[in-house]
């Protein structure tokens, strides 16, 4: 196979060379941090690119949301979801937060079948600087797709007669997208890491998807619901995305004090929601760090 | 000088399963070592601990001095590792997989495009890396990961049955590599239950069986060390009971004749180990003809490998190895190693 090659090349290629990369004690590892990761990154949109139906069932769907349950509710009251906002208004900021919550919700699929055929251990037997760098692999990935969904669902929103918020609003929203793109890709790939395969992770995805989208404000307002449901959808991370971007879509003259979001006990600002998120994202982030760490036997 | 690798007392269960019940050896630098033994011995959970993916109930190991139980990255920064199982993705074109492997090792981002592509040229690659590997065979994938292990210029580069499902030709190039390898001065670590292939390669070896070693030493010490020398010997291409038994009969009667065994399977031919001597051969014809027992073929050669796992677990590789690939549940290992 070599016959082409001289021998003294041959030796030069194959001899060992401990200091080949960067020693990596004295070496700031941010920059393998941002190496590895980029190199993570780049593989998923390459399968992106040459494998794209996900990227067109995930601008179909979301498409598909409007136009149904904006039928749906199409003959509703006027008013009925708050003055002066018309129900396109008020449903595209639920499918904003929610398609980019199920993107991120199934972030840890591609994490498990790698696990499952063996290219995991690639990952684990290299010197990686952190493992979160495949985390952060993904969420990037997620994040960019959840941008072009975001995108699209803008546009056919706007189309469908609920206008365009101005720039700040755009980069307000852009925010929110991230903060519970990274919480919640995170957490995916935690159970991706501590479930015993794919079928459990689909399970999960499975009975957590749906029943979140209906106990959040995705779809209603919270004083349409039960009490009860009051409380848990107050509780939920969604509504903590959706609220601030509703407002956004109701209000040009926004601002980081307005109060967005009622629940049954106070008002949250536009800042405190954005503090709520963070806090969410840390601490998903802390909690899968033993999944990361642990060995796989 | 530390020991290229150092494995001492290691020891993992699975659940109630003991993969690995107590395995010690050593490999210097500089040489090939060879790991053998019949499937379910534990080589592959020996390697797994090794390569930092599976964390050893108890024992002892360092790469070049370092333990791998306490530094695991300084430790995969050394190692090469070459999986029994190849994981590729299909997706990625050969070249692409190259990429990212040499970012998983922080390779500084000048010299990777050149790096990539000498191991392409060494490895006889390049028809083949601007394809997807998907569309690869077995012993093209092998080569690319034997390019993928090698990226880094590990001190020690560590391959799993790396010639298992591989045809005649792809194993040869493997092997031609492994010894090319050797002489740039990489340690190598390759297991193995083929013994020629031990026979063939490794500098010293040790032979596990049942999560322990029960030889460890050059092939030829091993060998030598057994003593005597091994005679096959066929009266007809297939010989009756009646026949071997009384042949064996005569045989052991002979001074110079330590043991015989009829091999029922094969016809009933007849392993004898005798006396490391010239005229076995001639004296053994003699006195079969005495008795007017023809001879269809005798052979006389020096011990084997396969006589010493023999000697020491009264099976051969080949029949441990069937007995043991009838009862494992590979299904159930899979999941428990998912856990
Ligand atoms: N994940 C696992 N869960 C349960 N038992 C396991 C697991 N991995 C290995 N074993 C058991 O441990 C023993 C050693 O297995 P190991 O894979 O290390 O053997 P091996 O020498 O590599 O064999 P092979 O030639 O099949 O690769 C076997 O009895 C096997 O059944
Ligand atoms: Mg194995």
Redesign the interface.
Known sequence: ??Q??S?S??????????S???N?EQ?SSL??FI??T???T??LF??LQ??PSTLIAGIIQPFMWLVLFGALFSKAPSGLFGTDLSYAKFLAPGVIVFTAFSGALNAGLPVMFD?????L?????????SRYSIVAASTVYIIALSFIQTAVIIFASAILGAGLPGLAGLSAIALIVFLIVLGVTALSLGLAFAL??HIELIAVIFVTNLPLLFASTALAPLSFMADWLQVIASLNPLTYAIEPIRYIYGHGDWAINSIVMDTPWFGFSFGTVILVLLAFDALILLAIQPLLRR??? | MSAAVLIENLQKSYGDVQAVKNISFTVQPGEIFGLLGPNGAGKTTTIRCLCTLSKPDAGKIEVGGVSAIALPKAVRQRLGYVAQEVAPDKVLTGRELLKLQAALYHLPQKIIGDRIQQLIEVLGLEEYANKKIGTYSGGILKRLDLAAGLLHQPEVLVLDEPTVGLDIESRMVVWEFLQELRAAGTTVLITSHYLEEIDALADRLAIIDRGVVIAEGKPSELKDKLGGDRVTLRIREFTSDEEADKAKHILESLPFVEEVIINAVQGNSLNLIVKSGQSSLSKIEQSLAEVELPTFSLAQSRPSLDDVYLAATGQTIMDAQIAASSTRDLKKEKKQQMK
């Open positions: 196979m070599s082409s090659i021998s090349k041959i030796k030069s290629v194959l001899t060992p060379n401990p080949i990369s960067k990596s070496n920059g393998d190496q590895e980029l190199a993570l780049q593989r390459i399968q040459r494998r696990r499952e055929f063996g290219f251990n690639r990952l684990l037997v290299a010197p990686l600087s015993p395969g060995r796989f036997a």
